[in-house]
């Protein structure tokens, strides 16, 4: 029985991986047509695992390896009734999965042609853009918020990290939503009390610590929130909106200094103007330079 599995093996080896091999040896473009081949592949089965990985899927693509293995060794094994069963309920089963996951491969068919397909692949929309959709709609949340006059405060990272003021309040790493920044400051829930954090087009973390501006920095009507809109923005070059609880007006510390009362389209302009430009302006310095690299 060994000496027989043995020769299958030597002869599965010598018929299909040494002659394979030969045929590379031969032919170097069909080596190179593999790398890209195996490139591909592997590539696909990642991200397959990325998106079965946390899903009703998952379970179920773990028995399907235990099966394909299992029909190999029957093969090598030359057992050929078990072989005739498993490669049976293969065959159907490919049918069987699609009737049960016809709404995953819907949605997934759905995604060609869209720029969710470019997600897919792990191709991010450009930063300029992506970044002008966040500003929009952080302004939306913050005059949803002013109409209710629920108290909020919104903080902007730039260039200067303050991993320290994210690592005070609850990690999130969520997507930019006016919903979601919305229900975060609604009174008396757990994360309404302290404040926002955006960092790297994400909602780092909720209920930060935020260091508060002396009293001579802020006039003596204001609160918490707008002493520490200005501690923030005057200790690092972040830009903080603030949402007045008790008249709801919406105000916007840069520098150091506040500016109250800010209107929805100024707001627009003025977190553009800080955000936007300053990313064009360093694509631009960026591209300068990769230039004169190349002309040297």
């Known amino acids: 029985m060994i000496n027989k599995l043995n020769l299958t093996l030597y002869n599965f080896y010598e018929q299909n991986i040494l002659g394979y091999i030969n045929s590379l040896i031969e032919n170097p473009f069909k080596l190179l047509a593999l790398i890209v081949d ?46 005739y069963i498993l490669t049976s309920v293969m ?17 997934a ?38 109409k209710s006059k629920t108290g909020a405060l919104i903080v902007i990272e730039r260039d200067i990290q303050i991993k320290d003021i994210i690592q005070t309040g609850i990690q999130m790493n969520s997507e930019i939503s006016p919903q979601l920044l919305v229900n975060i400051f609604v009174p008396n829930t757990p994360l309404h009390d302290g404040a926002v954090i955006i960092s790297n087009n994400k909602i780092a973390a909720a209920a930060c610590m935020l260091p508060l501006a002396g009293d001579n920095d802020i006039a003596k009507e204001l609160g918490t929130r707008h002493r520490a809109a200005i501690g923030i923005s005057k200790e690092t070059d972040s830009i903080a909106i603030v949402v007045s609880e008790e008249t709801g007006k919406v105000s916007v510390a840069k520098d150091g ?37 190349e002309n040297k």
């Open 257 to 293: 200094t506040l500016i109250a009362d800010v209107k929805e389209e100024a707001l627009k302009k003025i977190l553009i103007k800080n955000i936007i430009s300053k990313i064009e302006h360093q694509n631009n310095s960026k591209n300068k330079f990769d230039k004169k690299v």
């Open 91 to 107: 065959t159907y089963g490919v049918l069987v999965l699609i009737v049960i996951f016809q709404p995953e491969l819907r949605r």
């Open 109 to 146: 068919l759905e995604q060609l042609g869209t720029n969710k397909l470019t997600h897919f692949f792990g191709i991010d929309k450009d930063i300029v853009a992506k970044t002008k959709e966040d500003i929009y709609r952080i302004v939306i949340a913050a005059y949803e918020l002013s």
């Open 38 to 83: 195996i490139t591909i592949v592997v590539f696909l089965i990642l991200q397959l695992l990325k998106i079965v990985k946390y899903s009703r899927a998952w379970n179920l693509l773990k028995g399907i390896l235990l099966l394909i293995v299992a029909t190999g060794l029957s093969s090598i094994l030359q057992l050929n009734i078990l072989n």
